[in-house]
């Protein structure tokens, strides 16, 4: 008996999935082992698995199996979600014409060489043409897969990243909290201005001393050291596969709060590609949900859990403990103010919890210009400023602190910046929803048990791999879509009593 | 103007050695970083890479562009090697069925696995069975590539180890050592008994002080850590890729001299990797030649140079430098007896280089009669202790000891043995003729400047890449094809004056 399209497209995916696999460790081992030297030969064996990969999904019997799988009908809910996950994946990579893809690829390589050089002499003015020559290809992607999608040309971008998201959800949510940041950052800061300043513990704190709290506390919250690691790169990330999570950090030896919360937040995405539903290993459905449900997971362990007074009291004599410290500096009331201290600053990634979300949405809102049209790459600088101004009283001395900061635009990456926001929203939505339902939750995070949370995290988000879109899965999750109600509450609550 | 056959090929071929590239990286992490967790699933991606470069191979638009770019003829000598390499590639992966590469897949796992249980325990008999299919789908292979290729059955299967190689001219090569052996033994042993015994330096030697001195050593060698590293595993290799080879080694507290030499000896692989013809990275004939040519410039760096006097002196006061150490065990004398010592052994991997030989005549002997069908697997324990004794001295008191010790077989690897041989009388082979070529070499090594030695291994071997056969190449760089002569030679002034 000859096997189903189904059958046969599962078979098609699992290889394509596992070389994707392939290349993630090919990633990681670039980010932490890899000699400069080997860079040229690596991208090009990256080049070659991404070529294999697209070769798999743009074949045309890749294109029937999906149409015979779709008439055939008749299959059960995980399984339909896999042949929707896969057509996805489908769709991206036939959207755009081989001319397209190799034009984009070169432009990418040169804007994004360009750019390091730009935002190292701060010259805006030196990348701007590749920018330019980028962002029209971007926008012809968008154009190309906005016809296939049948969505906006943003939000065929944004699919990639975040799928079936749309702009006019995160604009509704974004609005809400353009209308709520402004005025309470000023009354955080005169609050914060009133309570007494957060000691800072004195260094120096050596590397390995750093790496074995880091190790205790993932420990504690479940990170299973026989299927991953942690190591050391210049840009911290979580990679790796499902089976052998990989997250990294970089070590201060003058202070490690920067990356101990930087690896618990790693954590977070670690536990949750742990969680994916086993029995769907391999298949799209068994992939993560988006970048913004991936953000929520890190950022709900980060922020909800780990900068939380309950988690302090656990923490903090561990962490007294491990660099062999005692006095005022390690007690949980100043760790605690430590480790939500706002400071309004220019720097996305330097930004606290509750400007955070200030940086992200300037950058939408320019992005979405950009591709709308709107907004030409020419005026970006002046435009970026403006929108700091406005939102958070801030005004960059130079492009490098401003436009220039970030890679994503430098690299073709338009659709990605709101992520951020949406995970630090549906983190709170869901911490929320979590604690209501599990009384157990909060008093086990303040002695170091996170069972009672993992365990509602692994029922209602984890285990759902992609089988729902994201605003399903928090409407079964938490009872409504995404809102920044919780949000709003959870800072209030934290930064203004 | 459409590209030609040759051009199309080379394009393929770039593709598939890159996906090798990629696998061999996935094989160093696997051995080095990867935790016990993620071995199925980087199992999972291996066999997809396979299956893809099976794939690229196998396609019969490769069959056709070979035939199409033979007859067009008219290339130059790097490029018409290319061809011919590619074709052996081609033979080697279509000589077989789908059905035979899968029922061996299979046999070799099955087979790889009741090993490990059974040298555990020293119980033959418990993988007896598992031997006997492997075996005879083995010389199915082997029978299949021997149409293919028009040599003999076990020739077809050393040609993937050692490409063009024939069992007549190993017969030749070896009878001369076993002529020479036995007797030279004993000849060595009384020299031995008469000399000084020597002493062993006094540990403990810290990981990290004997990492700091190979790391000198290999720098010394022209090691390039741009282009390379390196890091601990269970079994010594080298891996990774040209531009980024990773050596590994392992660490004994109680004892430095033997992961030191470990080390010099992959350095030795890995200055032939890197070393390769930059004109052809990427193409068939700029791979390394074979395993026993290979194997050769390990044993050329460890053997003929680093266990030498010359090397010693050097060398002696950098150790003890590197310990902090003084005293009669580190001087010259004393460590170039402690790196000479010979002592008969059942383990191969413990041999010194006198009795190595022995160790892999008696492989040789055993396979190429398992292969023509004159020693049944079942008889393998008495054949093996039989051969040992006739040729060691030594007969083993259980299999663990003997026909168990290694994986090669049970792993489906028949025609390997040999070329670890073929290695140290090339290495003696090419040591004696760059030497009579440049006087400086010998000097310079005792005062650490490698650069002579280097630069005429890499005119003469590595350079070469796979333009030529083995053969050839040897004939080119000394003068004649292989013999024992160089060898016996070298082995007489370093053991008997």
Redesign the interface.
Known sequence: MSESPYRRLEKRFE?LL??H???A??HW?WAT??????A???S??????K??QHGILTDPETGDLLQAAGAEGGLDAWPAANLREMRRLWVHATALTEDLVHALSKAQSACETAWRTARAESDFASVLGHLETLLALVREVAAAKSGTLGVSPYDALLDEYEPDGRSDEIDAVFRELEDFLPQFLGEVMEHQAREPAAAAPEGPFPVDRQRALAVRLMEALGF??????LDVSLHPFCG?????VRITTRYDESDFTSSLMGVLHETGHALYERALPAAWR?QPVGLARGMGLHESQSLLIEMQVCRSQGFLTFAAPLMAEAFGAAGPAWETDNLYRLYTRVAPSLIRVDADEVTYPAHVIVRYRLETAMITGDLRAADLPGAWNDAMGDLLGLTPDNDADGCLQDQHWYDGAWGYFPTYTLGAIAAAQLFDAATKADSAIRPGIARGDFKPLLGWLADNVHSKGSLLSTRDLLVQATGRPLDAGAFKAHLKRRYLS
Chains 1, 2 share one sequence.
């Open positions: 290889r596992l070389l696999d392939a290349a460790v090919l081992d082992m890899m000699p400069r030297g080997g040229q030969a690596r090009d064996q990256l080049a070659a698995l070529a294999v299973d050291f026989d299927h991953g690691r790796g596969t499902v089976d052998d391999g």
